[in-house]
């Protein structure tokens, strides 16, 4: 049986594009980039092509504000606490309740070590209130931290309008933005659209390249500590030898996402929406999260009432099909989900979600079988809810 993926939000297969850019650097150019003889400054060569391709796609003029990191885990605790550490004279910080755990965990770390942190709420929708976000800027705001696109919903944040607001409002805040899941789905110019941003992290796993590589892009001026200390490597902004295959390849990853936004929000699109058009007409008692607000193309979060998501996710993992029910960074977790309690998602539906996230190497075949099997799956599980009325196809009352 054929193996559907469609979790691409948690990882993406490796393009073999990118498996041929790295091969070389994994064999014969395995040299490290700080050394001084020949072999070693082509690999430095090529360490510095790809800071300049990466540079390239953000529409940037100076590769030098591009760091890269292990992960976008890594990236966004640089930043936040980098900036934090920076700046001690400010102790204010904004972000969201909804969030990945990467910037919530620091963002509550923050909170311990004294800093005021402001959680913004979200609607049923998953929409940031922009007016609530002007009145919670303050005189000792040192930083705001807004996802650009929500890993579990894919609900896009408008974060030109975000950093503008704030520039107009105190140009000596830090704006960052976690941009892993938008970043090579959506085009995005950091001198352009969003020039207000001084700061965006982002991982290579999410794009087709390899795990153990991100970036994180720091406006020039920006003050910020360094995060990893004990080396000169990244102008001595991130201590550690530089992983060159895996920089490579993001870098390849990245010139393949420009030549496939087209695709993205044609084809990849249109896997999404019959998705959702199928589910939504042959499954009651559902909730579409996120449909009601600008999403990620590639994006769908269902929420079926009366329903245990980890049993569908066990049934569609023995029918072959790869989902996941929110973020696979707590996956395991017994809570239900942060974003959809943020939404107010009704209680007998919560519990009840599964997300589907498709990439350029889904086909219409894999809808398909997901059509085919998913209602079927839901019905299943339902049959044995004791809060799920047979007889009525819906909830039992009360």
């Not at 969003?194 to 087709?208: C, E, R, T, Y």
Request: with cysteine.
């Amino acid at each position: 049986m054929n193996v559907i993926y469609a979790d691409n939000n948690a990882t993406t297969r490796v393009a073999p594009e990118v498996v041929e850019a790295i091969r070389p650097f994994l064999t014969t150019e395995y040299f490290n980039p700080s050394s001084m003889y020949e072999p070693a400054r082509r690999t430095a060569d090529a360490l510095a092509q790809s800071r300049a391709e990466v540079a390239r796609h953000f529409g940037l003029a100076d590769p030098s504000e591009i760091i890269f990191t292990g992960c976008a885990t890594e990236s966004t605790n640089a930043a936040i606490f980098g900036v934090v550490r920076a700046n001690p004279n400010r102790r204010h910080v904004i972000t969201t309740a909804v969030e990945h755990p990467a910037v919530l965990g620091v963002c509550k770390e923050l909170e311990r070590e004294g800093c005021d942190v402001t959680f913004l709420g979200v609607d049923r929708d998953g929409n940031l209130d922009v007016g609530e976000f002007i009145r919670v800027l303050r005189p000792d705001t040192l930083l705001v931290t807004i996802m650009h696109a929500n890993n579990e919903t894919g609900v896009i944040f408008p974060i030109e309008q975000l950093a503008r607001l704030t520039k107009e409002t105190d140009p000596s805040i830090i704006f960052h933005t976690d941009a892993t899941q938008s970043v090579g789905k959506m085009p995005i110019d950091l001198r352009g659209e969003l020039q207000n941003v001084d700061m965006l992290s982002f991982s290579g796993h999410k794009l087709h390249a390899p795990k153990g590589v991100g970036a994180l892009y720091v406006k020039r001026g920006t003050r910020c500590r360094p995060f990893l200390i004990g080396g000169h490597q990244e102008e001595g902004r991130r201590a550690g030898t530089e992983n060159v295959p895996y920089i490579v390849g993001l870098a390849k990853a990245l010139q393949l996402a420009a030549e496939g936004f087209l695709d993205e929000n044609t084809r990849v699109l249109g896997l999404r929406d019959r998705l959702e058009k199928a589910i939504g007409e042959r499954i009651p008692h559902i909730e579409i999260n996120g449909r009601g607000a600008p999403r990620l193309p590639n994006t769908l979060n269902v929420s079926c009432h009366c329903v245990e998501g980890e049993s569908l996710l066990t049934q569609m993992d023995a029918y072959g099909i790869c989902a996941s029910s929110g973020s696979a960074c707590t996956s395991g977790s017994l809570e239900p989900s942060h974003v959809l309690r943020a939404m107010n998602i009704p209680d007998a539906a919560v519990q009840g979600s599964v997300r589907f996230s498709f990439s350029r190497y889904n086909t219409d075949a894999d809808v398909d079988r997901i059509i085919e099997a998913f209602p079927k799956m839901v019905a299943n599980v339902r049959r044995i809810s004791p809060y799920w009325d047979q007889e009525k196809n819906a909830p039992r009352l009360g």
